[in-house]
Nanobody, 123 residues
Framework: QVQLVESGGGLVQAGGSLRLSCAAS????????LAWFRQVPGKEREFVAA???????YLADSVKGRCTISRDNAKNTVTLQMSVLKPEDTAVYYC?????????????????WGQGTQVIVSS
């Protein structure tokens, strides 16, 4: 059974930084794409960042220059480093894995999802 477990969320002041981590178990994702999405109540889940198996990265325009996505295939983990956080970054952040044929920036682009970790950025 595949499990994705996020960690690292919390409360931070605007301008601060957070490092989110996601640990996968049940299968290895070394040859697969991984991603982070986020969601606020009443809105659709939004793409944040993705990383391919060749370490190519993709970032949403809203986080470019402020976020970095990385992966450690040996540990089966993916990390989202966020800096210069803004109140509008407040959301539940989800880790995603198991690419499908759908675009990488869509929810349908992934088979597996974590339970999410809350990030709150205070002004």
């Amino acid at each position: 059974q595949v499990q994705l477990v996020e960690s690292g969320g919390g409360l931070v002041q605007a301008g601060g930084s957070l490092r989110l981590s996601c640990a996968a178990s049940g299968r290895t994702f070394g040859g697969d794409g991984l991603a982070w999405f986020r969601q606020v109540p009443g809105k659709e889940r939004e793409f944040v960042a993705a990383i391919g198996w060749k370490m190519n990265t993709y970032l949403a325009d809203s986080v470019k220059g402020r976020c970095t996505i990385s992966r450690d295939n040996a540990k089966n983990t993916v990390t989202l480093q966020m800096s210069v956080l803004k109140p509008e970054d407040t959301a539940v952040y989800y880790c995603a894995a198991g690419r499908t044929r759908a675009p990488r920036d869509r929810e349908t682009g992934y088979q597996y999802w974590g339970q999410g970790t809350q990030v709150i950025v205070s002004s």
